[in-house]
């Protein structure tokens, strides 16, 4: 603390299960190095200029249990004053956007977060710690070429990023601790980083050196460089950790070139970087994968918001479209008109009809339960949000969280009472299917694949349970009561008495007969 300045800021981490910053919970005011909270804009300067760092806090307060604390959100009170910060980071060289949260994981108010940062050269994040190791690499680029540079976590796979200007032109490596040497090369810059609308790229046509920083525990002893195959030399030291060789750059003005640094080290551990660098005045610049702009780029709370409302109008929808329908007519083959034909009967039958579109509505519009949200603060989650004591958090992963509801047990349940409902006006029960030779196998697939999502659904209320408490446990009605209907309903579907089938296709729900009939 005494040689070194700190800046730090919450994460979603750092705000579960947190009712309010004065939280005795909330270790963050009492370990943060800086002691802010809140979005803020620190200037460091220099005798050849200033530099902003803009700080973008969007961490949830209160910061309910997980897992509904993923997203961040932004209001328009903070989008506000990050302009303000926007507007004063004008006046410095360079300006650095930072937060825990991805782009793709905040939830910010028109016209996004992405727009007012387009004044900084990067937004540094972490968050979504390399995926599982999926994804050890995430950068990529806004439109409007401020490049988003997440970092892996330090707590798994501690990883840490050394960042450099040099003559305002942004350079930098991601490492690992305790691998050596360290090494970032700042000039001639990595071409796929660079940021033609901000960065004075000039500078690297009229230098006269390459420069590399070398960092080690032990003293560096070779700083060797290769341009295009060709070895240049080895560096000379310039002072601290800065390396320097010189270099004439008018032999690279055209096309893309490849640059290799190898440090040693009096120890005899070695370690090299390559990049590709580009002089050419029409700025040739390496682009980004797909996976990583999909990752970083996509605002998912309004993939995920969307496809959980296609994803809840079919499933409605079909269950209104077959119950109005006037005319259903018989004799058709082929498995699409199997389908409608499972569709009428149970759109068709009052109680599995009125079951399961309550049950779909009451997903789509909540409460999916009430409880303690926060220890000792109670609430409820909707699809479209969450309330805990007096507050509003807006709908994020809530949505993703509907979508896996829907996909794994609302439209299962309503397709397998279909394929048992088929199966019953067509003289079967439980017992003779599964003491048929020819279809026996296949009947006890689909039978173990709905006791699946059963247990899927039970195991959601052990969740629940378990995180938010006897409370919400006994008010769930998309948890804990949707597990008791979907076991009522399967148990109905194989016992109640069923309609005729020429009664349900003329339109009416028919007269109650035996399943023998």
Known sequence: MERTRWIDIRGNHDAFNIMSLDSVNNYYRKYSANQKVGSFHYVHATPFGNYSFVCADATLTPGPKRPYNFFGILNQTQMDMLDTFRAESLKSNQSIWFGHYTTSTIVSPSPGVRELMRSAV?????????????????????????????????????????????????????????????????????????HPDLEPLDRIRRSTHIRVL??????????????????????????????????????????????????????????????????????????????????????????????????????VGLLLSFRFMRHFPLGRAGWSSQACMSLRLVSKVDHFFYSLLLFNLCTALGPWFIGELIDGHSGACFAFGVFVNGHFLEGSLTYVVGVIQLLFFNMPLTLYLCWSLHLRCRGNTFRSLLLRPGCRWRCLAVHLLMLLLLAWQAHSCYFLLETYGLLAFLLSPVRTWALGLGLVLVYRAWTCPMPSWSSVAGGGNGKSVSPSS
Not at 171 to 182: G, I, N, Q, T, Y
Not at 223 to 230: A, P
Request: with cysteine; hydrophobic share 40%.
């Open 122 to 194: 990067a937004y540094l994040c972490g968050h979504l710690h390399t995926l599982g190791g999926l994804m050890p690499v995430l950068h990529s680029r806004h439109p409007h070429g401020t490049l988003e540079l997440e970092l892996g976590d330090w707590m798994d796979n501690r990883r840490y990023r050394v960042l450099a200007f040099d003559h305002d032109l942004l350079s930098f490596s991601d490492l690992r601790f305790e691998k050596w040497p360290a090494v970032v090369i700042t000039n001639p810059k990595d071409a796929q980083y660079m």
């Open 214 to 315: 070398a960092f080690s525990e032990a003293t560096i002893t070779v700083v060797r460089v290769i341009v295009d195959g060709e070895a240049l030399g080895e560096c000379h030291p310039a002072g601290g950790p800065l390396y320097v060789l010189p270099w004439d750059p008018l032999r690279y003005l055209t096309g893309l070139h490849t640059i290799r640094v190898e440090v040693e080290d009096s120890l005899g551990r070695s370690s090299a970087r390559e990049q590709h660098f580009s002089l050419a005045r029409d700025g040739v610049t390496p682009s980004f994968g797909f996976a990583q702009s999909f990752i970083l780029l996509t605002d998912h709370y309004v993939v995920g918001r969307a496809i959980f409302a296609i994803t809840m109008l079919l499933n």
